[in-house]
């Protein structure tokens, strides 16, 4: 007689806490847990808070625990809770990003603590919300580990490999391997090829578990093509009609691409526009000195750009049509032109001021170019409101009647390139993260009805959309094991 | 005469000396109720409505290892305790009220614009 015993192995449970970033965006910051390994994503700040409530619900977790953290890239939202989690916390894991990362964090942060656009954008510099010191943020420097795109790093066990994830210079998707689960960590990513980057991979390995953007939800972008035309003609008629164009934007990332954007129609329209007939600013002294940043990590763009790089033989992201501003002294506003200012949001800075000066002109125009956070200026002036609140002095109303207008640059993917994306990755768990609750939620229903032919089947998918600090526990059953017993 | 209560946030590392911060008060305790409106000021967190401060027994003086809430917002803390606490998301309590069900957040902010919620005895755990 023969019989076959079935005998379950092992019972294995995966878990996954949002400490920032759950159905918010901003502050992103997650933790996995999975056969005793911990590993923690991202370690970011939220841009409408300040001090320490802009911070991660880091009293969630035992940091202790964790063995690596992996930073996806390094806008703020993603990485600059960093020297506060390796100088506050007990934290004892190492940290892993791309070699660009760790370049353009080092500009970031320094900017970051000091008394400019970048401090304005998300902490205010006093005593109650100065949460590290320079010195917090040169030893932080030293902890900071690199991986090569395509290459893995092995740490006590847990395998991870990086991929280009588009969005921003040196931005990483993380897969991570842990006893045979793979996991997919997305960060910011985007699908379409801009001018310098390049889109995000999709893994050549089997994905269990997707932890994936929603930002843009279930909404869709018009082409490239179509936005960047629009872009050119809105700003070229109104300077056309003696108005003045402000940018608000981050200081590095998109800003690069929005001014590859300029420079080249400026270069085509040279005889309305160039020669300095309406010049254009960029006021980030910060974005110069990382000038020579873009310029080293080339080989890590897109071909275009570098082709662009080899003919030329000179930097492409030293514009031709484009002046630096260090700050807003020797800025003489004489006439029409268009200022690239950071912070992007608007909440402070030399954005807000050229904001405020510009507002109450209705033949001036607001362009707002990337994702604007809740709670913020930038998405506050999307209302159209009739005043805004002077930055000096928040009793003091500013009459607005300057247009606003939005076209996204953000390099997020939108609901297509993403069910595209998540299509091909074809992982049965899918946790949303990095997204407002309406989004997020209407993501969600997209793809349950999308893979609602697979319910109740072995390839059943299932979509998480928790919120901070709620644990979503996936159960991995080892394959059954069959036994023969007897003769 | 002058008190104090001292506290730390639970990620701080409690090896670093600015990781234990205290709230100074007159008479002989606090009550909870006012030592989280005063945590809340300290750390310039707002009004309260972005988390969940919660406050615990700290570990070093407690006789086992366990954290224990300390709930209660009459409970009074007497002067020279430590205590540990933690920020925390809002909660969503789901509710049904006429046969719908919703949402109820839960939040910090009756502490710096509302009032004391009372419970009997100020020592045991009860629910409202
Ligand atoms: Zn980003
Ligand atoms: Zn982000």
Redesign the interface.
């Known amino acids: 007689m023969v019989s076959v015993k079935n005998k379950l192995i092992e019972n294995e449970n995966f878990k996954f806490i949002g400490l920032g970033g759950s159905n918010e965006v901003g502050r992103s910051c997650h933790i996995i847990e999975f056969k005793g390994k911990t590993i923690m994503l991202d370690a970011g700040i939220h841009p409408a808070?300040?001090?320490?409530?802009s911070l991660p619900?880091?009293?969630?977790?035992d940091?202790s625990k964790v063995d690596v953290l992996l930073i996806s890239h390094f806008h703020l939202d993603h990485v600059a809770s960093l020297p506060y989690v390796l100088q506050?916390?007990?934290f004892k894991g190492r940290v892993i990003m791309t070699h660009p990362t760790k370049a353009i964090y080092r500009w970031l942060m320094r900017d970051f603590v000091k008394v400019t656009t970048i401090a304005d954008e998300f902490l205010v510099r006093d005593d109650?919300?100065n949460l590290f010191t320079d010195d917090d943020l040169i030893n932080s420097f030293d902890k900071i580990e690199t991986i090569d795109y395509h290459s893995t790093i092995e740490i006590s066990g847990i395998k991870i490999t990086a991929y280009h994830a588009g969005h921003v210079l040196g931005a990483a998707m993380f897969q991570i391997d842990i006893g045979g689960i793979n996991i997919l960590f997305t960060g910011d990513y985007s699908r379409e090829l801009d001018r310098h980057l390049n889109s995000a991979e999709i893994p050549n390995k089997k994905i269990d578990i997707l932890i994936v953007e929603s930002t843009f939800g279930t909404a869709t972008q018009q082409p490239r093509k179509t936005r960047e035309k629009k872009l050119t003609s809105l700003i070229h008629d109104t300077v056309k009609k003696g108005g003045r164009v402000l940018l608000p934007v981050f200081a590095l990332g998109r800003a690069q691409e929005i001014m590859l954007i300029l420079d080249e129609y400026w270069a085509q329209n040279n005889d309305e526009l160039g020669f300095g007939k309406v010049p254009i600013y960029y006021a980030s002294d910060l974005a110069k000195k990382c000038l020579n940043v873009f310029q080293t990590y080339i080989n890590m763009m897109n071909d275009n750009i570098r082709a662009k790089f080899r003919d030329s033989k000179s930097n492409p992201f030293n514009f031709k049509h484009i002046s630096y501003l260090k700050n807003l002294e020797n800025f003489r506003d004489l006439g029409p032109s268009v200022m690239l200012a950071s912070p992007g949001m608007l909440q402070s800075g030399v954005s807000r001021e050229i904001l405020e000066k510009w507002c109450p002109d209705f033949k001036n125009l607001v362009l707002i170019t990337g994702y604007s956070v809740e709670g913020t200026m930038a998405k506050f002036l999307m209302m159209q409101p009739d005043t805004i609140p002077s930055y000096e002095n928040p009793d003091v109303n500013i009459t607005r009647k300057c247009r606003v207008e939005e076209i996204t640059f953000a390099a997020h993917v939108d609901f297509l390139e993403n069910l595209d994306f998540i299509e091909k990755i074809n992982a049965k768990n899918i946790i949303l993260v990095h997204g407002e609750s309406t989004p997020m939620g209407r993501l969600k229903s997209a793809l349950l009805s999308k893979f609602k032919h697979l319910k109740r089947t072995e390839n059943e998918v299932k979509v998480y959309t928790p919120?901070?600090?709620v644990t979503v526990d996936i159960k991995f059953q080892r394959d059954k094991v069959a036994t023969l017993v007897g003769t | 005469m002058s008190s104090v209560v001292f506290y730390r946030f639970y990620s701080n590392n409690p090896a670093l000396k600015s990781s234990d911060q205290y709230i100074s008060f007159q008479g002989t305790g606090i009550t909870v109720f006012e030592l989280k409106r005063e945590i809340i000021l300290q750390n310039s967190l707002g009004d309260g409505s972005h988390f969940i401060l919660k406050i615990y027994n700290d570990p070093d003086t407690a006789e086992t290892s366990k954290l224990e809430e300390i709930k209660e917002d009459n409970t009074v803390i007497p002067r020279s305790s430590k205590i540990l606490v933690k920020r925390l998301p809002v909660e969503r309590q789901s509710q049904t009220r006429h046969g719908i069900s919703s949402f109820r957040t839960v939040d910090s902010t009756r502490y710096i614009s509302g009032k004391p919620k009372m419970s009997a005895t100020g020592s045991f755990q009860g629910s409202a």
């Open positions: 808070y300040r001090g320490m409530l619900f880091y009293d969630l977790y940091l506050k916390t007990n109650t919300s919120f901070n600090g």
